[in-house]
């Protein structure tokens, strides 16, 4: 619980019963006046707690020394896992950037939420939240939070329903759309709606500026701002994705590695010390026991197995297969710590599976909000689970991306790569490798996860099942076409601004 100084000295307060006593008043009238005082001295009622979501675009638990990585330093988000709990079985909205961020931010999963995939619009951004959409952002604001994106939005562009400020978020600044955020070194981005150049970058390489300094400064500035109301603060950080460009090798310099391995090795570094920052500024404030965090990769590592990154690093990613774009465990299961000093157990390491759309009415629960009308979500609540206790039951998980279905239900794993192929069983207890196919000797299991794929999803013309749609194809080619025309260009928007520091 937070209390605030009710004076401008809180470090000599004055006492009123000190004060009155001196004075004429009389006796009754005084006890009435001290009773009256007591009252207003009194700790204020409990605040609702701050919610921050780091959403780590592709960090895998490869990545990271509390999963077990050796060469790549992260000391900070080692403790936060020390101090906090750290989940093996987190699973994230579906396999890539947009639809998994889409699923934290609408408490839905893949079959039912508005955006599946990564949907390209030109000029810039991607498809849309509907404006109908009931997002986390908004219950935040319904529940009197401060709300806040800072990073790689990807869930529609300024002039469309998908705009942030309107879906629920006050103060947005970074990346709108995810194709300009391949770049550390853009030439533009956006404070709120208003884009701002940053000087020194060409867009194609490293630069000058830094975007993710901009961001996390500005980023540890609002929560600073905020500190004395509940705030509600989606950190989509685009660390460690490619392309793998830093301002500073750091430690890694030295190293007998190549530019591109000491590249993302820098980065990762990179996110841990930022998310340290983070942390600090909370204790600094004296609200990291009025705040819970919690961090994410969206979708797995970004790397196949084979690729050099993954083979330097010795990335075995606990024997999971697969990776982002694909739906095996390599892919869903992210690394994933919560941090809540007093209430989220430390030194916990869980194993019980929990998906990204829980995170909507866990918030909603903490907040006491009371959720705007058409508010729906796929998730359960993990406030007991978070505090240390049983994670909910349920009877299954669901993701889709472009054609590809999986499911899990109990202890079995379906995954179907496409409509025309067949459904695959895998045993997540026995195989959590995802190795043996177990289709051929488990009929009743096919038959039984051909159901929930078909239950588990609600129709959308632009999400057909098996195939990308023809608009959707013709839009991600004229997108990518504009970006790179902006590319080669050095396009940046007419009422571009310089940089204010
Ligand atoms: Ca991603």
């Known amino acids: 619980m937070q209390t605030f100084p009710l004076s401008s000295t809180p470090d000599r307060p004055v006492s009123p019963l000190n004060r009155l006593s001196d004075s004429n008043v009389p006796a009754p009238l005084l006890a009435l006046i001290v009773l009256i005082g007591a009252i207003c001295l009194a700790p204020a009622a409990e605040r609702s707690p701050n919610f921050i979501f780091i959403l780590s675009d592709d960090i895998a638990q490869g990545d990271l020394g509390c999963y077990g990585q050796e060469l790549i330093q992260t000391p900070r988000l080692d403790q936060m896992a020390a101090e906090g709990t750290r989940y093996m079985q987190a699973y994230c909205g579906t396999a890539v950037c947009a639809p998994s961020r889409a699923s934290f931010f609408t408490g839905l999963h893949s079959g039912h939420s508005p955006i599946r995939g990564n949907y390209e619009l030109a000029p810039e951004g991607q498809l849309p939240l509907p404006a109908e959409t009931v997002t986390i952002a908004e219950v935040a604001k319904s529940a009197g939070y401060a709300t806040a994106t800072f990073g790689k939005w990807g869930m529609g562009f300024f002039d469309t329903t998908g705009n942030p400020f309107k879906q629920g978020v006050d103060r947005f600044y970074g990346y709108n759309c995810q194709r300009l955020a391949h770049s550390y070194f853009p030439t533009y981005m956006h404070d709120d709606d208003q884009p701002f150049l940053l000087p020194g970058n060409d867009g194609q390489g490293v630069g000058e500026t830094y975007a993710q300094e901009l961001i996390q400064n500005e980023m540890i500035r609002w929560v600073k701002a905020n500190a004395e109301k509940p705030f509600f603060l989606f950190y989509a950080v685009t660390l460690p994705h490619g392309r793998y460009e ?89 690394a994933a710590m919560a941090w809540w000093p007093g209430t989220v157990p430390a030194g916990r390491v869980d194993a019980q599976p929990w998906a990204f759309w829980d995170l909507m009415p866990t918030f909603v629960e903490i907040s006491g909000a009371t959720p705007p009308d058409g508010y729906e979500t796929d998730g359960l609540s993990l406030v007991d689970y978070l505090k240390g206790g049983k994670a909910p039951q349920r009877d299954s998980f669901y993701w889709e991306l472009n054609g590809q279905q999986a499911v899990r239900f109990g202890q079995w794993k379906a995954v179907r790569n496409a409509i025309n192929k ?29 159901t929930i794929l078909i239950q588990s999803r609600r129709e959308d013309p632009n999400w057909l099942l098996g195939t990308r749609t023809p608009e959707h194809e013709k839009s991600a080619r004229e997108a990518w076409k504009v970006k790179r025309w902006r590319d080669d260009n050095q396009w940046v928007p007419e009422n571009a601004r310089p940089l204010e520091r």
């Open 246 to 334: 830093i301002d500073d090798l750091g430690i890694y310099k030295d190293k007998p590695w190549s530019e591109k391995e000491k590249a993302f090795a820098a980065m990762v570094t990179r996110l841990d010390s930022d998310i340290g920052e983070l942390l600090d500024t909370l204790k600094e404030l004296g609200i990291a026991k009025d705040t819970l965090v919690i961090i994410s990769g969206d979708n797995g590592a970004a790397t196949a197995p084979e690729s050099d990154v993954s083979q330097r690093f010795k990335q075995d990613r606990n024997g999971l297969r697969g990776y982002k774009g694909k739906l095996y465990e390599g892919a869903l299961r992210q």
């Open 422 to 450: 067949p459904i695959e069983i895998y045993d997540l207890e026995k195989d959590p490798g995802e190795s043996t196919d177990l289709a051929a000797t488990r009929p009743d299991l096919v038959k039984e996860a051909g």
